[in-house]
C-alpha cells in the first residue's frame, strides 16, 4: 500500500512515533512527518492508535506480528508497540523495547533524546531511581529545551532524595533567562532552605518574588516563591520585611489562604492586631479543608482578645468550635462513603467508555458532599496515578467478561460445524468414490491418440459427422452396386455422377479435415484441463479430509484452553481491583482522617483558649465584686 | 491569657512540625505500596494482552477461514478534496456493510490509518463489489460517487482495499479498488 508519500527511515520513525507519543517531549525538534504504510494490518493497527484507543491498537499489532504480517514494517511495528504500551502505561514493557532497540545501531542523537524520554516517564511515575539511570546514558547534548527539563528532573530527584546541596550546586549554573531559569531559581530556593541557608535562600526567592510573569505557571510560580520567602523572613522574626513578599501573592490563587494567614500573622508579631484581622476575617468565609483557613478561626478570637474585645472572642471560639464539629461529621460522612466503595464505582461511572491508559484524565468528579475533599485528593499524585490503574483494570474485567461470552458461542459454533461435518462426510465420500476420474483421464489419454494417429495419416474420413459418414457408406454401396458395372450409357451416366458425389464429398471432408481437426483437439484440450481441475479439487479435498480432524482438534484445543485461562485471569483482575481499591481507600481515608486530626487538634486549642477566657471573665467578675 | 494562647500556637506548629515528618515517611510507604500494586498491574496488563492477542487470532480463524476470507479495507491518502462522512459496501449485489465515520475515525485515515471495515466469507470464484463514497467534496459540497471491481476470489485469504485519494491536477478526490493476495 505505498501512499506516495516521503520516505521514512528507520531512524526518523522513532522520533516520529516517540513524538506521537508524548508530543510535548518531541514537538519542538521534529518536524510533522507522515508514516508510509506499507502493510494494511500495520495500517490497521495506526488506525486504532490515532484515535488513542491504545487496548485494540496494542492487540492487533500483536496478532500480526504473531501471524508475521508486518514484514514490511518489522522494525517501525517494534517502535510503535514500544511507544503504544507507554501510552498504555504500562511503561517497563516499553522501557524494555526502546533499551533492546537502543542496545543496536542507533544515533547517538536519538539514543540521547530517548533515554530522556524514559527518564521523563520514569520520573512521572515515581520510579526516582530508574529516572536517574536513564538520565546518566545522556552522553551528549539534547536540544536545548530538552536539557533544561533533564537538569530540572535531576535536580528534583536530588531534592526528592534529600541531596540539597548537590541539587544547589547542579542548578546553580543555571544559564539563560527562560522560563526554566525560573523553575531552578525557585528549585535552589527551596533546597536552601531546606538545607538551613535561609539568608541565601531569601535572596534567591527574592528575586522571582518580582519577575513579570508572562503565563499563568510563572505567577504561580512567582506566588509560590513569595509564599516560601514571607514565611522564611516570618520564621526569621524579621514581620515587617515578611509582608511585602506575602502581599504580592494574587488575592485570587492556590496560595491566596496561606499568604493572607502570614499577612496578618506579620501583623499580629508588630502587635498591630487591628490589622491582622483584616486578613484573617477574609479567610474566615474560605473552604475549611485548607489548614490556613482553620488556623484563621483561631487567630481571629486571638487578635480580638489582644484587643480586648473577651466576648466577641468568646463568640468567634464558639463559631470555630461549631464549624469545626460539622466539618468533622461530613468528614465522618465522607469517610463511610469511601470505605462502603460506592465512590470508586462512581469514578467510573462518570466516564465509562473513555480512553484508558497513561493520558487518562477525569474529566468530572462525581457529583455529591465528597466532591470537593475529592478535589485535593487528586491533587495526590499516587492517587491520580492509582485511579488510572483502577480505571485500566476495570477496563480489563470488562474485556475479559466479553471473550467469556464470545468464547461460550464459539465452543458452541465449533460443535455445530463438527456434528455437520460429521453428516455431511459420508455423502461427500459417496460421491468421491462413484466418480472414476482415473478412467476419464485414460479415456482422454486414448482420444489423444486416436486424433494423433488420424492427424498422421491424414484419415479425413474419421472425421466425418454421421450424416456424412452414412452418405459416404451409401455412396460407396451403390458404387458396390452389379448393375452399374454394365456397359450402357446409363450405367456410364450414373457411375459418372456417383463418382461425381464422391469426390465432392472426399473434397469437402478433405477441406474440413484441419478445422475439425483443430476443433477437437481444442475440446480435448478444454477437457483434459477440466480434468487437470477436478484432479486438484480432488487433491483439496482429500486434504481437507485429513486435515479437518486436526483442525477441529486444534481449534477445540484453543477454545476450551481459552475458556480456563479467561476465567483465571478474570480472578486475577478482581484481586488486583480490590487490591487497588483498598490502596486508593487507604490513601483518601488517611488524608481525611490527617485533616479529622487537625479538626480535633483545634477544637482543642479553641476549648483551651474559651476555658481561659471564662477564667480570666470569672476572675474580673470576681474581683471586681 | 496571650502568653497561653501563644504557647498553643506553638504547639500547634509543633505538631504540624512532627506531623510532617511523619507524613514523610508515610508518603515513602505509600509511594512504595503504590509501586508495588503498580508493578502487578502491568504484569496482569500485559497478560491479559497476551490473552486477547490468542483469543483475536482464534476469532479469526473461526469466524474467517483462511480460505474463504476476504478483508476489505478504507485508506485515505491526503484527503484535502474529499471529507468522508460514509461507506457502502455491496458485494455480488448483497449489501454488506454501511459504515458512517466519527470525526476520529476520519482523522485517524487522513494520517494514514487503514480500517479494516468489513470480512466476509466468500466461495472461490468471481465476485462484484461496488463501494458508495459519501461525504463532502471540494468546496464543502455533497459529494456521493461509487467504484466497482470485479474479482475473482481464489484460495487463500484475499485483501481488497478501498482507496480514497486526491488528484491534485483536477483538485478532485478519486476513488479507487485495489486487491492484495
Same mark, same amino acid.
Given at each position: 500500500?505505498?501512499?506516495?508519500?516521503?520516505?521514512?527511515?528507520?531512524?526518523?520513525?522513532?522520533?516520529?512515533?516517540?513524538?506521537?507519543?508524548?508530543?510535548?517531549?518531541?514537538?519542538?525538534?521534529?518536524?510533522?512527518?507522515?508514516?508510509?504504510?506499507?502493510?494494511?494490518?500495520?495500517?490497521?493497527?495506526?488506525?486504532?492508535?490515532?484515535?488513542?484507543?491504545?487496548?485494540?491498537?496494542? &492487540?492487533?499489532?500483536?496478532?500480526?506480528?504473531? #501471524?508475521?504480517?508486518?514484514?514490511?514494517?518489522?522494525?517501525?511495528?517494534?517502535?510503535?508497540?514500544?511507544?503504544?504500551?507507554?501510552?498504555?502505561?504500562?511503561?517497563?514493557?516499553?522501557?524494555?523495547?526502546?533499551?533492546?532497540?537502543?542496545?543496536?545501531? &542507533?544515533?547517538?542523537?536519538?539514543?540521547?533524546?530517548?533515554?530522556?524520554?524514559?527518564?521523563?516517564?520514569?520520573?512521572?511515575?515515581?520510579?526516582?531511581?530508574?529516572?536517574?539511570?536513564?538520565?546518566?546514558?545522556?552522553?551528549?547534548?539534547?536540544?536545548?529545551?530538552?536539557?533544561?527539563?533533564?537538569?530540572?528532573?535531576?535536580?528534583?530527584?536530588?531534592?526528592?532524595?534529600?541531596?540539597?546541596?548537590?541539587?544547589?550546586?547542579?542548578?546553580?549554573?543555571?544559564? /539563560?533567562?527562560?522560563?526554566?531559569?525560573?523553575?531552578?531559581?525557585?528549585?535552589?530556593?527551596?533546597?536552601?532552605?531546606?538545607?538551613?541557608?535561609?539568608?541565601?535562600?531569601?535572596?534567591?526567592?527574592?528575586?522571582?518574588?518580582?519577575?513579570?510573569?508572562?503565563? =499563568?505557571?510563572?505567577?504561580?510560580?512567582?506566588?509560590?516563591?513569595?509564599?516560601?520567602?514571607?514565611?522564611?523572613?516570618?520564621?526569621?522574626?524579621?514581620?515587617?520585611?515578611?509582608?511585602?513578599?506575602? !502581599?504580592?501573592?494574587?488575592?485570587?490563587?492556590?496560595?491566596?489562604?496561606?499568604?493572607?494567614?502570614?499577612?496578618?500573622?506579620?501583623?499580629?508579631?508588630?502587635?498591630?492586631?487591628?490589622?491582622?484581622?483584616?486578613?484573617?476575617?477574609?479567610?474566615?468565609?474560605?473552604?475549611?479543608?485548607?489548614?490556613?483557613?482553620? %488556623?484563621?478561626?483561631?487567630?481571629?478570637?486571638?487578635?480580638?482578645?489582644?484587643?480586648?474585645?473577651?466576648?466577641?472572642?468568646?463568640?468567634?471560639?464558639?463559631?470555630?468550635?461549631?464549624?469545626?464539629?460539622?466539618?468533622?461529621?461530613?468528614?465522618?460522612?465522607?469517610?463511610?462513603?469511601?470505605?462502603?466503595?460506592?465512590?470508586?464505582?462512581?469514578?467510573?461511572?462518570?466516564?465509562?467508555?473513555?480512553?484508558?491508559?497513561?493520558?487518562?484524565?477525569?474529566?468530572?468528579?462525581?457529583?455529591?458532599?465528597?466532591?470537593?475533599?475529592?478535589?485535593?485528593?487528586?491533587?495526590?499524585?499516587?492517587?491520580?496515578? /492509582?485511579?488510572?490503574?483502577?480505571?485500566?483494570?476495570?477496563?480489563?474485567?470488562?474485556?475479559?467478561?466479553?471473550?467469556?461470552?464470545?468464547?461460550?458461542?464459539?465452543?458452541?459454533?465449533?460443535?455445530?460445524?463438527?456434528?455437520?461435518?460429521?453428516?455431511? *462426510?459420508?455423502?461427500?465420500?459417496?460421491? *468421491?468414490?462413484?466418480?472414476?476420474?482415473?478412467?476419464?483421464?485414460?479415456?482422454?489419454?486414448?482420444?489423444?491418440?486416436?486424433?494423433?494417429?488420424?492427424?498422421?495419416?491424414?484419415?479425413?474420413?474419421?472425421?466425418?459427422?454421421?450424416?456424412?459418414?452414412?452418405?459416404?457408406?451409401? @455412396?460407396?454401396?451403390?458404387?458396390?452396386?452389379?448393375?452399374?458395372?454394365?456397359? @450402357?450409357?446409363?450405367?456410364?451416366?450414373?457411375?459418372?455422377?456417383?463418382?461425381?458425389?464422391?469426390?465432392?464429398?472426399?473434397?469437402?471432408? =478433405?477441406?474440413?479435415?484441419?478445422?475439425?481437426?483443430?476443433?477437437?483437439?481444442?475440446?480435448?484440450?478444454?477437457?483434459?484441463?477440466?480434468?487437470?481441475?477436478? !484432479?486438484?479439487?480432488?487433491?483439496?479435498?482429500?486434504?481437507?479430509?485429513?486435515?479437518?480432524?486436526?483442525?477441529?482438534?486444534?481449534?477445540?484445543?484453543?477454545?476450551?484452553?481459552?475458556?480456563?485461562?479467561?476465567? /483465571?485471569?478474570?480472578?486475577? &483482575?478482581?484481586?488486583?481491583?480490590?487490591?487497588?481499591?483498598?490502596?486508593?481507600?487507604?490513601?483518601?481515608? /488517611? =488524608?481525611? !482522617?490527617?485533616?479529622? %486530626?487537625?479538626?480535633?487538634?483545634?477544637?482543642?486549642?479553641?476549648?483551651?483558649?474559651?476555658?481561659?477566657?471564662?477564667?480570666?471573665?470569672?476572675?474580673?467578675?470576681?474581683?471586681?465584686? | 491569657?496571650?502568653?497561653?494562647? @501563644?504557647?498553643?500556637?506553638?504547639?500547634?506548629?509543633?505538631?504540624?512540625?512532627?506531623?510532617?515528618?511523619? #507524613?514523610?515517611?508515610?508518603?515513602?510507604?505509600?509511594?512504595?505500596?503504590?509501586?508495588?500494586?503498580?508493578?502487578?498491574?502491568?504484569?496482569?496488563?500485559?497478560?491479559?494482552?497476551?490473552?486477547?492477542?490468542?483469543?483475536?487470532?482464534?476469532?479469526?480463524?473461526?469466524?474467517?477461514?483462511?480460505?474463504?476470507?476476504?478483508?476489505?479495507?478504507?485508506?485515505?491518502?491526503?484527503?484535502?478534496?474529499?471529507?468522508?462522512?460514509?461507506?457502502?459496501?455491496?458485494?455480488?449485489?448483497?449489501?454488506?456493510?454501511?459504515?458512517?465515520?466519527?470525526?476520529?475515525?476520519?482523522?485517524?485515515?487522513?494520517?494514514?490509518?487503514?480500517?479494516?471495515?468489513?470480512?466476509?466469507?466468500?466461495?472461490?470464484?468471481?465476485?462484484?463489489?461496488?463501494? @458508495?463514497?459519501?461525504?463532502?467534496?471540494?468546496?464543502?459540497?455533497?459529494?456521493?460517487?461509487?467504484?466497482?471491481?470485479?474479482?475473482?476470489?481464489?484460495?487463500?485469504?484475499?485483501?481488497?482495499?478501498?482507496?480514497?485519494?486526491?488528484?491534485?491536477?483536477?483538485?478532485?478526490?478519486?476513488?479507487?479498488?485495489?486487491?492484495?493476495?
Amino acid at each position: 500500500m505505498p501512499r506516495g508519500r516521503s520516505i521514512v527511515s528507520h531512524l526518523r520513525s522513532l522520533l516520529v512515533l516517540l513524538a506521537l507519543v508524548v508530543p510535548s517531549a518531541y514537538a519542538a525538534t521534529t518536524e510533522k512527518e507522515p508514516i508510509v504504510v506499507e502493510d494494511p494490518h500495520y495500517g490497521e493497527v495506526l488506525f486504532y492508535f490515532y484515535q488513542e484507543d491504545y487496548f485494540p491498537a496494542i &492487540v492487533r499489532l500483536l496478532a500480526a506480528q504473531e #501471524q508475521q504480517k508486518l514484514d514490511d514494517h518489522a522494525e517501525d511495528a517494534e517502535l510503535l508497540l514500544g511507544g503504544m504500551y507507554l501510552s498504555y502505561g504500562h511503561h517497563l514493557e516499553a522501557a524494555a523495547i526502546f533499551e533492546r532497540m537502543l542496545a543496536g545501531n &542507533v544515533s547517538s542523537d536519538i539514543r540521547d533524546r530517548t533515554w530522556f524520554f524514559l527518564a521523563k516517564i520514569w520520573y512521572q511515575r515515581g520510579y526516582f531511581e530508574k529516572s536517574k539511570e536513564a538520565l546518566n546514558f545522556i552522553e551528549g547534548e539534547l536540544p536545548d529545551n530538552l536539557r533544561r527539563e533533564a537538569l530540572m528532573m535531576q535536580a528534583q530527584i536530588l531534592i526528592e532524595s534529600g541531596e540539597f546541596d548537590s541539587a544547589i550546586s547542579l542548578l546553580q549554573n543555571w544559564e /539563560g533567562k527562560t522560563e526554566w531559569a525560573s523553575y531552578a531559581k525557585f528549585n535552589i530556593g527551596v533546597a536552601l532552605v531546606q538545607s538551613g541557608r535561609i539568608e541565601e535562600a531569601q535572596q534567591v526567592l527574592a528575586e522571582l518574588g518580582v519577575l513579570n510573569p508572562f503565563n =499563568e505557571e510563572l505567577t504561580s510560580l512567582r506566588d509560590k516563591a513569595n509564599l516560601a520567602l514571607g514565611y522564611a523572613l516570618l520564621q526569621d522574626d524579621q514581620p515587617a520585611a515578611a509582608k511585602l513578599p506575602l !502581599q504580592r501573592v494574587r488575592l485570587e490563587g492556590p496560595f491566596s489562604n496561606k499568604a493572607l494567614l502570614g499577612v496578618g500573622w506579620a501583623d499580629a508579631e508588630m502587635d498591630n492586631f487591628q490589622r491582622a484581622l483584616v486578613p484573617w476575617m477574609e479567610l474566615r468565609s474560605r473552604d475549611l479543608l485548607d489548614s490556613a483557613v482553620l %488556623e484563621s478561626m483561631l487567630a481571629i478570637p486571638y487578635a480580638m482578645a489582644k484587643l480586648d474585645s473577651i466576648s466577641q472572642a468568646a463568640d468567634h471560639y464558639l463559631n470555630a468550635i461549631e464549624a469545626f464539629y460539622e466539618e468533622s461529621n461530613r468528614l465522618d460522612r465522607t469517610i463511610s462513603h469511601i470505605e462502603s466503595g460506592e465512590m470508586f464505582d462512581q469514578f467510573l461511572t462518570t466516564d465509562p467508555m473513555g480512553s484508558t491508559g497513561w493520558y487518562w484524565q477525569l474529566a468530572q468528579l462525581p457529583e455529591g458532599p465528597e466532591a470537593r475533599y475529592l478535589f485535593h485528593l487528586l491533587a495526590k499524585h499516587e492517587f491520580q496515578e /492509582g485511579l488510572k490503574n483502577y480505571r485500566d483494570l476495570d477496563y480489563l474485567h470488562r474485556n475479559l467478561d466479553t471473550w467469556q461470552g464470545s468464547i461460550d458461542v464459539y465452543s458452541n459454533m465449533l460443535e455445530t460445524r463438527k456434528e455437520a461435518y460429521e453428516e455431511r *462426510l459420508p455423502r461427500v465420500e459417496d460421491a *468421491l468414490g462413484r466418480a472414476d476420474l482415473d478412467g476419464m483421464v485414460n479415456h482422454k489419454l486414448d482420444l489423444d491418440s486416436t486424433l494423433n494417429s488420424i492427424d498422421k495419416s491424414h484419415d479425413w474420413l474419421a472425421l466425418a459427422t454421421p450424416a456424412e459418414f452414412d452418405m459416404w457408406g451409401e @455412396i460407396t454401396g451403390l458404387e458396390a452396386t452389379q448393375a452399374l458395372r454394365s456397359d @450402357i450409357p446409363e450405367a456410364a451416366e450414373v457411375r459418372d455422377k456417383i463418382q461425381l458425389l464422391k469426390g465432392v464429398l472426399q473434397w469437402e471432408l =478433405e477441406r474440413e479435415f484441419k478445422g475439425r481437426l483443430w476443433s477437437i483437439r481444442r475440446d480435448l484440450g478444454d477437457a483434459g484441463e477440466a480434468l487437470v481441475d477436478t !484432479q486438484r479439487s480432488r487433491r483439496q479435498i482429500d486434504e481437507t479430509m485429513r486435515n479437518e480432524p486436526l483442525k477441529f482438534a486444534d481449534l477445540s484445543e484453543r477454545v476450551y484452553g481459552l475458556g480456563p485461562r479467561i476465567e /483465571g485471569m478474570k480472578m486475577r &483482575v478482581d484481586d488486583a481491583l480490590a487490591d487497588q481499591r483498598t490502596f486508593l481507600q487507604s490513601i483518601a481515608i /488517611g =488524608e481525611l !482522617q490527617a485533616q479529622k %486530626e487537625r479538626l480535633d487538634v483545634y477544637t482543642l486549642q479553641a476549648r483551651f483558649a474559651l476555658a481561659a477566657i471564662y477564667d480570666i471573665s470569672s476572675s474580673t467578675d470576681g474581683e471586681a465584686q | 491569657m496571650a502568653k497561653t494562647i @501563644i504557647s498553643l500556637i506553638a504547639l500547634v506548629t509543633l505538631s504540624f512540625n512532627v506531623a510532617a515528618v511523619a #507524613q514523610d515517611s508515610e508518603e515513602a510507604d505509600s509511594r512504595e505500596e503504590f509501586r508495588s500494586i503498580d508493578r502487578d498491574v502491568q504484569t496482569l496488563k500485559k497478560e491479559v494482552l497476551d490473552l486477547n492477542r490468542d483469543l483475536f487470532l482464534l476469532e479469526e480463524e473461526l469466524l474467517f477461514p483462511a480460505n474463504s476470507q476476504v478483508a476489505f479495507f478504507v485508506s485515505m491518502d491526503v484527503g484535502e478534496y474529499f471529507e468522508l462522512d460514509a461507506v457502502n459496501i455491496k458485494i455480488d449485489g448483497k449489501e454488506v456493510a454501511n459504515y458512517l465515520y466519527t470525526a476520529r475515525e476520519a482523522d485517524a485515515l487522513i494520517r494514514g490509518g487503514v480500517q479494516r471495515v468489513h470480512m466476509a466469507n466468500l466461495k472461490t470464484g468471481d465476485h462484484e463489489l461496488v463501494a @458508495i463514497f459519501t461525504g463532502k467534496g471540494p468546496h464543502v459540497r455533497d459529494y456521493r460517487r461509487g467504484a466497482t471491481l470485479n474479482f475473482n476470489k481464489g484460495i487463500g485469504a484475499k485483501y481488497v482495499e478501498l482507496e480514497i485519494t486526491d488528484r491534485v491536477k483536477k483538485q478532485q478526490p478519486e476513488f479507487v479498488i485495489k486487491e492484495w493476495e
